[in-house]
């Protein structure tokens, strides 16, 4: 069965820092990957998402992400944070073996502190 | 342009009452998904539909059922609350189940307390 891990509960940062978001999936085949950020009291909104092609995916809002087979890894990055940042960060592995029962499943979430 | 709306926003619930929680998307997704997000436990699959007219239980379905009429809307009961069911509610949509590459997009979920 397919899982993620997000090992940081909770990052906080200086506003200007960059920023590192770690997360690592365990599945048997290519996953296809993604990020999610939830504002407080919003939903879920797509940052950026992986299928194929080059390891290196840019997103919305400034975000990157890296996909590492060999370290089974799909970290979020961002060069400069911004108070606007501050938020949940989700990973998630999508279901490829395709038929009836596609669903993405979700790490546990890191919540992001950033400091004036 | 709504995308999927939820309703209500937030309820307060008597344990053993009936509730619906509604969800209708205007993108015209055949895949829906309800979900709930529990502190340190993420986001839990409840229920989904591939296609109106079909529906699935995904990992957590216990007390809950959910219909789909029609391609839009899709509304998640539970049929006597219990305080375990105290969470917030997404509901999710996606053009196909299949095609993986596909985006799943969120409503803005529903906060249920069930006292």
């Known amino acids: 069965a397919q899982s993620v891990t997000q090992p940081d509960i909770h990052i906080t940062v200086s506003e200007g820092a960059s920023l590192e978001l770690r997360c690592n999936y365990s599945?048997?085949?290519?996953?296809?990957l993604f990020w999610y950020v939830q504002s407080p009291g919003q939903g879920l909104q797509l940052l950026l998402k992986?299928?194929?092609?080059?390891?290196l995916v840019q997103g919305i809002k400034g975000f990157e992400a890296e996909f590492k087979r060999s370290q089974s890894s799909f970290n979020l990055r961002k060069p400069s944070v911004h108070w606007s940042d501050a938020a949940e960060y989700f990973c998630?592995?999508?279901?490829?073996?395709?038929?009836?029962?596609?669903?993405?499943?979700f790490g546990k979430g890191t919540l992001l502190t950033v400091n004036p | 342009i709504a995308g999927i709306t939820q309703a209500p926003t937030s309820q307060i619930l008597a344990a053993g009452r009936r509730m619906t929680l509604r969800c209708t998307q205007d993108?015209?997704?055949?895949?829906m998904y309800w979900y709930r997000q529990d502190l340190g436990l993420g986001l839990r699959l409840i229920h989904y539909?591939?296609?109106?007219?079909?529906?699935g239980k995904g990992e957590v379905p216990d007390g809950y059922s959910v219909s789909r009429a029609n391609t839009d809307d899709f509304p998640l009961t539970l049929a006597s609350a219990v305080p375990s069911q105290t969470s917030v509610y997404f509901c999710?949509?996606?053009?196909?189940?299949?095609?993986?590459?596909?985006?799943?997009?969120f409503g803005p979920g529903t906060r249920l307390l069930v006292l």
């Open positions: 999710a949509s996606r053009r196909e189940h299949t095609g993986v590459g596909e985006t799943q997009y």
């Open positions: 599945y048997g085949a290519t996953p296809y």
């Open positions: 998630a592995v999508g279901d490829n073996s395709g038929g009836s029962n596609y669903k993405l499943t």
């Open positions: 993108m015209r997704h055949n895949a």
């Open positions: 992986y299928f194929s092609g080059d390891t």
């Open positions: 539909s591939n296609t109106a007219g079909t529906t």
